[in-house]
């Protein structure tokens, strides 16, 4: 089983898992924000040296998800795919294959800034399209983090790190959660990705994800 840290938002139980998604039991959802499929290719394209194998990597970790904690659906904050460029055949080939995997699965993304400019997914993988926000619940699921004038937002596109400084100069730049009444960030699920540093102010409160567990950063 992959390490959670169990928060209450808003009257619900929520998970905030180690690899960087949220599990919210009562509604047996994964959301993830920021898979950005697709990116390393689209560097590629454009003649950038960069790392092979990331969204297989990318997948291999939504397989182990998915088969640790039961869900009906995955809701996807925004930019599931990183740009057209990235839209190459060996990529929708492992993306068609990830989803004969998982045929039950009911899953929704919403539209990001990414994916305005990639177009929506292959018909073929069966993607519920949604504008943002979606409500859901008690929450308004949405990609850019802004404020929704009736429900607490869960969002996307900030791609959130935390850099901690340690007495000799060490410096670990962690991904993070960022948990508030009226926007909380996930971190970006992508395996490249990069991330923003963010120094929010209380009551905001910041969870670091690494090392396979999740703990509160204490201030």
Same mark, same amino acid.
């Given at each position: 089983?992959?390490?959670?840290?169990?928060?209450?938002?808003?009257?619900?139980?929520?998970?905030?898992?180690?690899?960087?998604?949220?599990?919210?039991?009562?509604?047996?959802?994964?959301?993830?924000?920021?898979? $950005?499929?697709?990116?390393?290719?689209?560097?590629?394209?454009?003649?950038?040296?960069?790392?092979?194998?990331?969204?297989?990597?990318?997948?291999?970790?939504?397989?182990?998800?998915?088969?640790?904690?039961?869900?009906?659906?995955?809701?996807?904050?925004?930019?599931?795919? $990183?740009?057209?460029?990235?839209?190459?055949?060996?990529?929708?080939?492992?993306?068609?294959?990830?989803?004969?995997?998982?045929?039950?699965?009911?899953?929704?993304?919403?539209?990001?800034?990414?994916?305005?400019?990639?177009?929506?997914?292959?018909?073929?993988?069966?993607?519920?399209?949604?504008?943002?926000?979606?409500?859901?619940?008690?929450?308004?699921?949405?990609?850019?983090?802004?404020?929704?004038?009736? $429900?607490?937002?869960?969002?996307?596109?900030?791609?959130?790190?935390?850099?901690?400084?340690?007495?000799?100069?060490?410096?670990?730049?962690?991904?993070?959660?960022?948990?508030?009444?009226?926007?909380?960030?996930?971190?970006?699920?992508?395996?490249?990705?990069?991330?923003?540093?963010?120094?929010?102010?209380?009551?905001?409160?910041?969870?670091?994800?690494?090392?396979?567990?999740?703990?509160?950063?204490?201030?």
């Amino acid at each position: 089983m992959h390490e959670h840290y169990e928060i209450e938002l808003c009257g619900e139980r929520l998970w905030l898992l180690a690899d960087r998604a949220l599990y919210w039991p009562a509604r047996k959802a994964l959301l993830l924000a920021d898979v $950005h499929i697709g990116k390393a290719a689209s560097y590629r394209a454009q003649h950038q040296p960069v790392p092979r194998g990331t969204t297989a990597a990318t997948l291999q970790r939504l397989d182990a998800l998915l088969a640790s904690y039961p869900s009906e659906q995955l809701v996807v904050l925004g930019d599931f795919i $990183h740009a057209r460029q990235g839209r190459a055949p060996a990529t929708l080939a492992l993306l068609q294959a990830w989803r004969e995997r998982h045929p039950a699965l009911h899953i929704r993304l919403i539209r990001g800034n990414h994916d305005r400019h990639a177009g929506d997914p292959p018909p073929s993988l069966g993607i519920e399209m949604l504008d943002e926000p979606w409500l859901l619940e008690p929450f308004a699921l949405q990609h850019d983090p802004v404020a929704h004038p009736t $429900h607490p937002a869960l969002c996307g596109h900030v791609h959130p790190v935390c850099v901690l400084h340690g007495k000799a100069r060490q410096r670990l730049r962690l991904p993070c959660f960022v948990i508030d009444e009226q926007v909380s960030l996930l971190p970006a699920f992508g395996e490249f990705t990069g991330g923003w540093r963010v120094t929010p102010a209380a009551p905001a409160r910041i969870f670091l994800a690494g090392a396979g567990r999740v703990w509160p950063l204490a201030r």
